[in-house]
């Protein structure tokens, strides 16, 4: 089978799933060099363009099944004109080349004035329809999974207005639907007799407006928001004011704010008809889409993900989308296993490597407004293992000789991480230490900014000790050492 579109939020992860079924799979790809090294060892990417006919042909020979993933918001003025081509080119090379059926990802709406964005995805549908290809459109409306553009907007916008302007077109029914149920769609249609080309509608267990996620979000994350209704915001407007307030979805995301005065909800039950396929809430997908990202950020190597500096790193730290992140490494001369020791003795007796004082401070602070302060300590002095308590912190994950990741369980407006990694070269080693924090609207990134001076201090102050103190084995650092 062939993907277009791999690249993309959704193809990813249809990918990850057809590659865990053991499907054979080709990748079509502008850029394969960048595309091989995120797809499986079995996995084919050619290179070919929806627009090149002369490249399709190849890449659609010997293809069963090819899903159609491409559309071009993000090309700006004119991406109705180049997702027609698109779509003609490679509806014509499938049906040159056999391909049996195509699959293929709309969007919910109907009517005679939905938006260009709407309109050019439902045009899509029927030129690939009309290649004489069976086609098979799913049409879906907001599709909610961490990272997905939807979300991103809804998560921005509460996370940074503590009073939110509300025009009119927030109050239009949707029905998201969780990537999760996306993909598990785009998987069972494989196997779905389809003599003939067929539409259907995919949506969530329920209809909300883009007013209801606001809110679920707020309660996720345990935030008050201030909602003012305006109805004289017209989706224009605001798609101008929400490239002011969330400007890196800013071209995107007008033409999607410009498509929600269309309602977009299932009108026909024949998808659930078709499949054993039940989707989620959107409350339960939104949960997991945070879920979800936690899991995928605790994955990451910070060594692979975070541009390697010999100096510290940018004032405030860099974002990795919602996240604030202050990475910093030290060379040393000696070996990971010995490094790792200094790293996996950290708190408790040993304490932080620097200013042992104001992390006392700190949980003082945390005790007084509630919180668990330094009094737990640690369970052993030298050795630990997931779940342990270290002082106000928490073992997420640790990897011997490697990597220590502890999640914060003090009081904070947001949530906090403190990573160790430990990369071997040689008889030598490199030390990685990362602060990371989630913040919790526009509190929380005043609690990060403000409090950064004294952050900066101490990450710098406690990586420069905790690599003295690994070249001194059976040593202790000094409380307060500068």
């Not at 004289?232 to 007008?254: E, F, H, K, M, N």
């Not at 024949?270 to 499949?275: K, N, P, V």
């Not at 054993?276 to 993900?305: C, G, H, Y």
Request: hydrophobic share 40%; with cysteine; glycine share 10%.
């Amino acid at each position: 089978m062939l993907i277009a579109g791999a690249s993309g939020y959704i193809g990813g992860r249809l990918l990850a799933q057809l590659e865990s079924r053991g499907c054979r799979v080709r990748c079509l790809s502008r850029d394969p060099d960048s595309l091989r090294p995120r797809v499986g060892r079995l996995t084919e990417v050619v290179r070919g363009d929806v627009l090149d006919g002369s490249s399709l042909r190849p890449a659609c020979a010997g293809v069963d099944v090819a899903y159609y993933l491409v559309h071009s918001m993000a090309a700006g003025a004119g991406f109705q004109e180049f997702d027609r081509r698109a779509a003609e080119t490679f509806g014509r090379a499938a049906l040159e080349q056999g391909v049996s059926r195509i699959i293929y990802l709309g969007g919910l709406g109907a009517g005679a004035n939905l938006s260009s964005h709407l309109e050019s995805r439902q045009e899509v549908g029927r030129l690939l329809r009309a290649s004489g290809v069976p086609t098979l459109e799913f049409r879906a409306s907001i599709i909610l999974g961490s990272a997905s553009l939807s979300f991103e907007i809804v998560r921005t916008l509460v996370d940074r207005l503590p009073v939110m302007v509300t025009p009119r077109w927030t109050s239009t029914l949707s029905q998201p639907i969780a990537v999760e149920d996306v993909v598990s769609y785009l998987v069972a249609a494989l196997d779905l007799d389809l003599p003939a080309s067929k539409v259907l509608d995919i949506g969530g267990a329920d209809r909300v407006s883009y007013l209801d996620l606001m809110r679920e979000y707020a309660r996720l994350r345990g935030l008050r928001r201030l909602i003012v209704p305006v109805p004289c915001l017209t989706p224009r407007l605001s798609s101008l004011w929400l490239g002011l307030v969330t400007p890196v979805y800013a071209r995107i995301g007008r033409h999607l704010i410009e498509g929600v005065r269309n309602e977009t909800v299932v009108t026909s039950d024949a998808a659930l008809a078709t499949f054993d396929i039940r989707p989620m809430t959107a409350r339960t997908a939104m949960e997991r889409a945070l879920t979800n990202e936690d899991r995928e950020f605790a994955r990451t190597r910070w060594s692979d993900a975070y541009p390697a500096r010999k100096s510290d790193s940018n004032w405030g730290g860099v974002r990795f989308g919602q996240r604030i992140v202050d990475s910093r490494t030290v060379a040393l001369t000696l070996p990971a296993e010995q490094v790792f020791r200094s790293v996996e003795a950290i708190g408790g007796n040993t304490g932080w490597y620097f200013a042992n004082w104001l992390w006392r401070l700190r949980g003082f602070v945390d005790l007084l407004v509630g919180g668990v302060g330094m009094r737990r300590g640690r369970r052993n002095p030298r050795r630990l293992q997931p779940g342990d308590t270290v002082d106000f912190w928490r073992v997420e994950l640790i990897e011997s000789n490697r990597r220590l990741r502890l999640h914060a369980e003090m009081l904070l407006p947001g949530r906090a991480w403190l990573e160790f990694e430990v990369e071997p070269d040689g008889p030598n080693c490199t030390l990685r230490q990362t602060a990371e924090f989630d913040p919790s609207g526009w509190l929380g990134h005043l609690y990060w900014y403000s409090l950064y001076p004294v952050h900066r201090l101490i990450f710098a102050g406690m990586l420069r000790n905790l690599a003295r103190a690994a070249g001194k084995p059976g040593r202790s650092p000094t409380a307060g050492a500068a």
